[in-house]
Each structure stands twice: as structure tokens, then as C-alpha cells.
């Protein structure tokens, strides 16, 4: 057998092993990745960032744990450039695992804004945010279609309590908060389908600012809304969540995780790289053959 | 990190390995590891759904009458059918009564239909045609150097793609001569599309395997071990419990190397 026809038969879990070695290795080493900011990302951030105290700015975390890798480090460097900057923040979870991993994102925010901190040059003194006043978690209600529809007529409709049971018209930051026409903006953290119904059911139907938070894979799919002007803002995947940590200064898991993802790619780059040349010669080799 | 939540990020931690395990070849521990995750999520699914949905949605709304006369002296007696149509889906389990289930579907059904159809038509195929008809600003061409969305270069690369594109997926006319070099071109397009999609998705598979390193040495190992003084209540249990998740993986390749050992010496 030919070193050809060896690279076409290479047992497949040699190529998970050394993929996995590399990723290790990336993570144990030190240096700093390059991150350029896309104008999707940018957009975002500069509409939060001009925002003015009090205004509110609506959170969608629906996405499950599995997601949580590329999604979740959005959430907290959103709610934390939420809270330094005294926006209120109305938060909902359409995805049914997570619930907790917004109420787990709050309690770390409020815990890491409660320190002074300096971002962009700009100091911040640490502050406490209080539930019912700073903002608000309306929890999870099955069938997202529907409820992005009902919160369009009322909140109180499909969330007539928060996550934590208490009535809605009796928290502070809820009074003369009818539906999407009093926030300044909606930004769905999503994985499948329910950034299809924003769309459709939400801002379609309501007419708000809208941008999406997405996984990877969703990723390339939703650029055509870019275009057309549905939505104002696109994060995609972990390098998404990377570039919205920097625009913050508020380094996080994603541009922690932006080592493994370079030497991964390039791994799997020459991989592609080697496997078709390999592909190619055994191809020729046969057709020298006349095979 | 005290030592029960310690426990439980070690049983986290062992259930991430167990997982990761299939990549070798299916195993029992992977095979635990899946079926824990397909039970919890369905129980959880289930509680969830009905603290979130059935109980605020109709019990509670039922629930300032007396189900004795089945909350027709509830304010809100009306709330009765559809928890009468929910209870009529169960009738599939039946052969026999089947055919009930249809009627709540079919309402189920009529209303999703009403309400997505004009909102995804308009939404996601019209406004997306108007956005690609758009008349292509020249002055644009001039302006920024680059492939913006913005840009007079972006705009034609849309316009063209999408026809070709189109062309591509058109069958009822051969594809050669002029409609050939289109459609060709469409598959080009569609390739670069595919290309974007495929690297998307290893950025994905990537920051699921990242996220687990990162679980794993931070959560894990370096509460184990008190790296850099991170956790202060480290002592020898922790370590414990780590070994304890390390001997069941070791003991497990040990185990399959000593079972092809076997098999050689048989063969």
C-alpha cells in the first residue's frame, strides 16, 4: 500500500485524537488572538451604546445548554454593558432549558457589577441592580411562536407573573411597559428556529429594532436579513461573541476560547489540504492503472 | 467551591468524558452518559411544561371556581375547551377512539396555519425579494473600496447570484448555451454559500469542544488541585473524587486494551 493510498484508509479517530491535542495544547498556551470587529457586530453595540439610562432594552435567551458555548458569553457581556450604563433590562426565556442559564447569567452580572470596574477607558463604579427595578425575568411559556405575538399586544398576556411568581404590574420597572413599542430595542440570543419567528411574528408583525445573537451553523442563514434591513445587528457564533467581548472590554470565554479556535481551523485547513491531495493522487494512480 | 458542588462538577466532568468517549467506539459509559441525558431532559421537559404552560395557562385561570361543577362557576368558564380539546389529544393511545383527535388538531392546525402563513409570506419571501430587487446605487461603486452591504460590488453579487441561482433550479428548459453558463455560475454561487455554512459550522463544533476544555480545567481540575490558590477548601477529598473519575476512564481503556490483548491471543 502506497503513502497515498495509507493517508485514504487513516483510521478516522487518529484525526479526533490529534484534533484534540491541539485543541488542549492551544488552550494551555498564552498568546493573544487578533479579533476584527464586522459592521453586524459593531451596529450593536453602538445602538446599546447611545442608549440613554432607563431605556429598555428587551433580552430573548432562547437557546438549550448545548448552545450555551457560543451563546452564553453574548448574554453576559450584553446584560453587564446593559447594567454599567443604568439600561433597564426586560429578559425571556423561549427556549425550555434556559431558564436557568439566564437566571444563572443574571446572578453572575450582578454579582460582577457590583465591582468598580474601567471599560473602554470609562470608569464604573460598582452598583447593586435590583430585581423588579433594573430589570426584569419573565421566565419561560411554552410555544415561542405564540407568545412573541401575545407580547406584542401585552406583556401581561403570556407573562402575567416573572419567573420568580411575582405580578408583573406590581414591579417598578414594569409601569407604563404595555409591549414591544416601550423598549428600545430586541436582541434574541438564538439556537434554531425561534429566530425564524422573531422575525416573522415579531418584528414583522411589530415593527421593532431587532438583532440576533446566533450559533455558528444559524450563522450564514440569516445575513439576507441584514440586507434587508429586518434586523440591525448579526453575532455569529463564538467569533461573534469574541468581537462583541472586545467592542465591551470585557474579555470573557469567547476570546478565551479564540486560541483553540485558530490552531483548530488551521489544523483542519491542512487536514482538507492533505486529504484531497491525497484524494487526487490515488485517483490518478487508478487512472494510470486504467481502473 | 465547597465539596458537594465540587461532587457535582465531578460528575459533570465525568459525564463530558463519557460523552467524548464515543469518539473512540460506543461504549457502556457513553451509553449511560446518553441515556441519563435523554430521561432527565424528557422529565425535565415535562415539569417544566406543566409549571409553565398547563398550570398558569389553565389551571389557575380555572382555578377561582370549583371543579366540582368543573369550573362552569368560574369567572373564566370558557378556559374549559381548550383544556376539553388537550384531554381529547390523548385519545391516540386508543385504536379504537383515535379519530377524536383529529377534531382538536384540526383547530390546533386552522389556527397556526392563519397565523403564520401571511406573516412568513410576507416576512420571509417578500420582504426578502424587495430587498434583492433593490435598484443598484452606482454612485456606490466609488464609494467604499471594499464588499460591504452597503457597497455597488455587494449589490450586483446579490442580484446576479440570486437569478443564477434561480436558473440553477430551473429543469424545464436544458441547461446549455447562455442558460448553462448562468445556472453554472449559480452553482457557484451556491458552493460559496455552502463553503460560509461549512465554516460556520466547524467554528461551531469547535466552541463546543472549546467550551468543554474550558469547563473541565476551570471548573474542574483547577478546584481539584487549588491551581493558583482558586479554591482555598481544596484537600485531599477533592483529590478523591478527581482520582475516583480518573480510575473509571483509565480503567476503562486498560480494560479494552487487555480485551484485544485477549482476542490476539485466541486468534
Request: net charge positive; with cysteine; hydrophobic share 50%.
Given at each position: 500500500?502506497?503513502?497515498?493510498?495509507k493517508m485514504m484508509a487513516l483510521d478516522?479517530?487518529?484525526?479526533?485524537?490529534?484534533?484534540?491535542?491541539?485543541?488542549?495544547?492551544?488552550?494551555?498556551?498564552?498568546?493573544?488572538?487578533?479579533?476584527?470587529?464586522?459592521?453586524?457586530?459593531?451596529?450593536?453595540?453602538?445602538?446599546?451604546?447611545?442608549?440613554?439610562?432607563?431605556?429598555?432594552?428587551?433580552?430573548?435567551?432562547?437557546?438549550?445548554?448545548?448552545?450555551?458555548?457560543?451563546?452564553?458569553?453574548?448574554?453576559?457581556?450584553?446584560?453587564?454593558?446593559?447594567?454599567?450604563?443604568?439600561?433597564?433590562?426586560?429578559?425571556?426565556?423561549?427556549?425550555?432549558?434556559?431558564?436557568?442559564?439566564?437566571?444563572?447569567?443574571?446572578?453572575?452580572?450582578s454579582d460582577s457589577v457590583k465591582l468598580?470596574?474601567?471599560?473602554?477607558?470609562?470608569?464604573?463604579?460598582?452598583?447593586?441592580?435590583?430585581?423588579?427595578?433594573?430589570?426584569?425575568?419573565?421566565?419561560?411559556?411554552?410555544?415561542?411562536?405564540?407568545?412573541?405575538?401575545?407580547?406584542?399586544?401585552?406583556?401581561?398576556?403570556?407573562?402575567?407573573?416573572?419567573?420568580?411568581?411575582?405580578?408583573?404590574?406590581?414591579?417598578?420597572?414594569?409601569?407604563?411597559?404595555?409591549?414591544?413599542?416601550?423598549?428600545?430595542?430586541?436582541?434574541?440570543?438564538?439556537?434554531?428556529?425561534?429566530?425564524?419567528?422573531?422575525?416573522?411574528?415579531?418584528?414583522?408583525?411589530?415593527?421593532?429594532?431587532?438583532?440576533?445573537?446566533?450559533?455558528?451553523?444559524?450563522?450564514?442563514?440569516?445575513?439576507?436579513?441584514?440586507?434587508?434591513?429586518?434586523?440591525?445587528?448579526?453575532?455569529?457564533?463564538?467569533?461573534?461573541?469574541?468581537?462583541?467581548?472586545?467592542?465591551?472590554?470585557?474579555?470573557?470565554?469567547?476570546?478565551?476560547?479564540?486560541?483553540?479556535?485558530?490552531?483548530?481551523?488551521?489544523?483542519?485547513?491542512?487536514?482538507?489540504?492533505?486529504?484531497?491531495?491525497?484524494?487526487?493522487?490515488?485517483?490518478?494512480?487508478?487512472?494510470?492503472?486504467?481502473? | 467551591?465547597?465539596?458537594?458542588?465540587?461532587?457535582?462538577?465531578?460528575?459533570?466532568?465525568?459525564?463530558?468524558?463519557?460523552?467524548?468517549?464515543?469518539?473512540?467506539?460506543?461504549?457502556?459509559?457513553?451509553?449511560?452518559?446518553?441515556?441519563?441525558?435523554?430521561?432527565?431532559?424528557?422529565?425535565?421537559?415535562?415539569?417544566?411544561?406543566?409549571?409553565?404552560?398547563?398550570?398558569?395557562?389553565?389551571?389557575?385561570?380555572?382555578?377561582?371556581?370549583?371543579?366540582?361543577?368543573?369550573?362552569?362557576?368560574?369567572?373564566?368558564?370558557?378556559?374549559?375547551?381548550?383544556?376539553?380539546?388537550?384531554?381529547?389529544?390523548?385519545?391516540?393511545?386508543?385504536?379504537?377512539?383515535?379519530?377524536?383527535?383529529?377534531?382538536?388538531?384540526?383547530?390546533?392546525?386552522?389556527?397556526?396555519?392563519?397565523?403564520?402563513?401571511?406573516?412568513?409570506?410576507?416576512?420571509?419571501?417578500?420582504?426578502?425579494?424587495?430587498?434583492?430587487?433593490?435598484?443598484?446605487?452606482?454612485?456606490?461603486?466609488?464609494?467604499?473600496?471594499?464588499?460591504?452591504?452597503?457597497?455597488?460590488?455587494?449589490?450586483?453579487?446579490?442580484?446576479?447570484?440570486?437569478?443564477?441561482?434561480?436558473?440553477?433550479?430551473?429543469?424545464?428548459?436544458?441547461?446549455?448555451?447562455?442558460?448553462?453558463?448562468?445556472?453554472?455560475?449559480?452553482?457557484?454561487?451556491?458552493?460559496?454559500?455552502?463553503?460560509?455554512?461549512?465554516?460556520?459550522?466547524?467554528?461551531?463544533?469547535?466552541?463546543?469542544?472549546?467550551?468543554?476544555?474550558?469547563?473541565?480545567?476551570?471548573?474542574?481540575?483547577?478546584?481539584?488541585?487549588?491551581?493558583?490558590?482558586?479554591?482555598?477548601?481544596?484537600?485531599?477529598?477533592?483529590?478523591?473524587?478527581?482520582?475516583?473519575?480518573?480510575?473509571?476512564?483509565?480503567?476503562?481503556?486498560?480494560?479494552e486494551i487487555m480485551k484485544k490483548f485477549?482476542?490476539?491471543?485466541?486468534?
Amino acid at each position: 500500500m502506497d503513502m497515498f493510498a495509507k493517508m485514504m484508509a487513516l483510521d478516522r479517530r487518529w484525526v479526533f485524537l490529534t484534533l484534540a491535542i491541539v485543541c488542549v495544547v492551544a488552550y494551555g498556551l498564552t498568546f493573544e488572538v487578533p479579533i476584527l470587529i464586522n459592521d453586524e457586530v459593531q451596529s450593536i453595540y453602538n445602538f446599546i451604546d447611545t442608549l440613554k439610562p432607563g431605556q429598555i432594552v428587551f433580552i430573548a435567551v432562547d437557546y438549550d445548554p448545548s448552545n450555551q458555548a457560543e451563546l452564553q458569553p453574548m448574554l453576559y457581556a450584553l446584560m453587564e454593558q446593559c447594567f454599567r450604563k443604568d439600561l433597564k433590562v426586560i429578559i425571556t426565556a423561549l427556549s425550555q432549558n434556559g431558564p436557568g442559564m439566564a437566571d444563572q447569567a443574571i446572578r453572575d452580572v450582578s454579582d460582577s457589577v457590583k465591582l468598580d470596574r474601567t471599560y473602554n477607558g470609562v470608569n464604573y463604579p460598582g452598583r447593586t441592580v435590583e430585581r423588579g427595578k433594573d430589570y426584569v425575568f419573565l421566565g419561560y411559556k411554552p410555544y415561542p411562536s405564540l407568545i412573541i405575538l401575545g407580547m406584542g399586544q401585552n406583556f401581561r398576556i403570556p407573562f402575567p407573573t416573572d419567573y420568580y411568581g411575582t405580578p408583573i404590574d406590581s414591579l417598578p420597572l414594569m409601569k407604563g411597559v404595555i409591549n414591544y413599542d416601550q423598549v428600545a430595542c430586541v436582541i434574541s440570543l438564538a439556537a434554531g428556529n425561534i429566530a425564524d419567528m422573531w422575525i416573522a411574528d415579531g418584528q414583522g408583525r411589530y415593527n421593532f429594532k431587532l438583532a440576533f445573537g446566533l450559533t455558528g451553523v444559524m450563522g450564514a442563514d440569516y445575513y439576507p436579513y441584514l440586507s434587508s434591513k429586518q434586523i440591525f445587528g448579526i453575532m455569529a457564533g463564538q467569533y461573534g461573541a469574541a468581537q462583541y467581548e472586545k467592542l465591551t472590554d470585557n474579555k470573557g470565554m469567547a476570546q478565551d476560547g479564540m486560541r483553540i479556535q485558530l490552531l483548530a481551523h488551521w489544523l483542519i485547513i491542512l487536514f482538507i489540504i492533505i486529504g484531497n491531495i491525497g484524494f487526487f493522487a490515488s485517483r490518478r494512480k487508478l487512472k494510470e492503472q486504467g481502473k | 467551591m465547597d465539596f458537594s458542588t465540587f461532587l457535582w462538577t465531578s460528575f459533570a466532568a465525568f459525564l463530558t468524558l463519557a460523552i467524548f468517549s464515543f469518539l473512540y467506539k460506543d461504549n457502556p459509559l457513553y451509553k449511560f452518559a446518553e441515556h441519563l441525558f435523554v430521561g432527565v431532559s424528557a422529565g425535565y421537559f415535562v415539569v417544566i411544561l406543566f409549571h409553565n404552560g398547563l398550570s398558569p395557562n389553565l389551571l389557575q385561570r380555572l382555578s377561582d371556581g370549583d371543579w366540582y361543577y368543573l369550573w362552569l362557576n368560574s369567572l373564566r368558564p370558557w378556559y374549559i375547551i381548550p383544556g376539553i380539546l388537550g384531554i381529547l389529544m390523548f385519545s391516540r393511545f386508543s385504536k379504537k377512539w383515535a379519530w377524536v383527535s383529529r377534531y382538536p388538531m384540526a383547530i390546533y392546525i386552522g389556527i397556526a396555519a392563519g397565523v403564520a402563513i401571511p406573516l412568513e409570506m410576507t416576512n420571509r419571501v417578500l420582504r426578502q425579494m424587495v430587498a434583492s430587487m433593490t435598484p443598484i446605487n452606482w454612485g456606490n461603486f466609488l464609494g467604499s473600496g471594499y464588499l460591504d452591504i452597503a457597497s455597488g460590488y455587494s449589490e450586483v453579487i446579490i442580484l446576479t447570484g440570486a437569478v443564477s441561482a434561480l436558473v440553477y433550479f430551473f429543469f424545464s428548459t436544458p441547461h446549455r448555451g447562455a442558460i448553462g453558463g448562468i445556472a453554472k455560475y449559480g452553482i457557484w454561487i451556491l458552493m460559496l454559500g455552502f463553503g460560509a455554512t461549512f465554516g460556520f459550522t466547524v467554528m461551531n463544533r469547535i466552541s463546543l469542544f472549546a467550551n468543554r476544555i474550558q469547563f473541565l480545567w476551570v471548573n474542574w481540575m483547577k478546584n481539584a488541585f487549588n491551581v493558583k490558590g482558586v479554591n482555598p477548601q481544596a484537600d485531599t477529598s477533592y483529590m478523591l473524587a478527581f482520582t475516583v473519575v480518573a480510575l473509571i476512564f483509565v480503567g476503562y481503556v486498560v480494560w479494552e486494551i487487555m480485551k484485544k490483548f485477549r482476542k490476539a491471543e485466541t486468534a
